[in-house]
């Protein structure tokens, strides 16, 4: 089971949910605020990933950092008296945690891009802005910025937790650069199909503006719920 450590970006955005959901995140989810890596120059040492691994965390073997983690060990603040870990210092620690599989990384403001380097270690690493969201997303600047936030909004942090915890069974099926793309002849069928089903649904909609007196929104409800075909799915951070 995939266990996430965060700190206070997440943390943050957990204490917007209800009571009961957070008590169920709990089995999973553990965040501190001001959490890190940097053990060497925190003035709490308690407070990092080094010190829950060993007191507490010692039977998780699959944990995920989460990224306000990671930023947090690459940034200076009073709490580690100015100092922040070299990248090349903070690969170093990490690589000596078994327990540590996946990374979640966006490039904070301020803090070094070090995304060139994760790719080349062992362990996984899902980049938000190129693995978490679509391309079309990817190319809105004003929401770029906002996931550079030192405190990234709740609704974003809340949307990559739920994409994250439904994909805890196989994280790696989140990486883009190891998706399967459909061939030309797939990809011209799935149009065909979408196309197909598109028009059908006019020409339901067309019939029940026909034969009954209904406004359009209600026929295109009427239609497209005689179209459905098996159960609903639904998404939510379980």
């Not at 955005?13 to 169920?24: D, F, V």
């Not at 793309?181 to 026909?210: D, F, H, I, P, W």
């Not at 929104?217 to 998404?235: D, E, I, K, M």
Request: charged share 25%.
């Amino acid at each position: 089971m995939v266990f996430i450590l965060g700190a206070s970006c997440l943390h943050r955005a957990i204490k917007e949910l209800p009571i009961n959901t957070q008590k169920r995140l709990r089995t999973t989810v553990y965040t501190s605020p001001g959490l890190s890596f940097n053990q060497e120059n925190a003035k709490n040492k308690s407070n990092t990933v080094q010190h829950l691994v060993r007191k507490f965390f010692s039977d998780k073997q699959n944990l995920l950092i989460w990224h306000d983690v990671v930023n947090n060990s690459l940034s200076k603040y009073p709490w580690n008296n100015f100092t922040a870990l070299s990248p090349s210092k903070f690969l170093e620690v990490v690589r000596g945690y078994s327990q540590v599989k996946t990374l979640l990384y966006v490039q904070r403001d301020g803090t070094p891009d070090i995304f060139d380097a994760l790719k080349r270690e062992k362990l996984l690493t899902l980049h938000i802005l190129k693995d978490l969201i679509s391309k079309r997303k990817a190319k809105q600047r004003a929401l770029l910025l906002k996931y550079r936030d030192l405190h990234q909004e709740t609704g974003l942090e809340l949307k990559t937790l739920r994409i994250v915890s439904n994909h805890c069974s196989n994280l790696k099926r989140l990486q883009k650069s190891r998706r399967p793309r459909l061939n030309l002849k797939r990809r011209l069928a799935m149009k065909q199909k979408q196309a197909s089903t598109e028009a059908s649904n006019a020409q339901v909609v067309y019939l029940y503006q026909v034969y009954y007196p209904v406004s359009l929104p209600g026929a295109l409800f009427v239609g497209l719920f005689a179209r459905q075909q098996g159960p609903s799915f639904t998404t939510g951070v379980q």
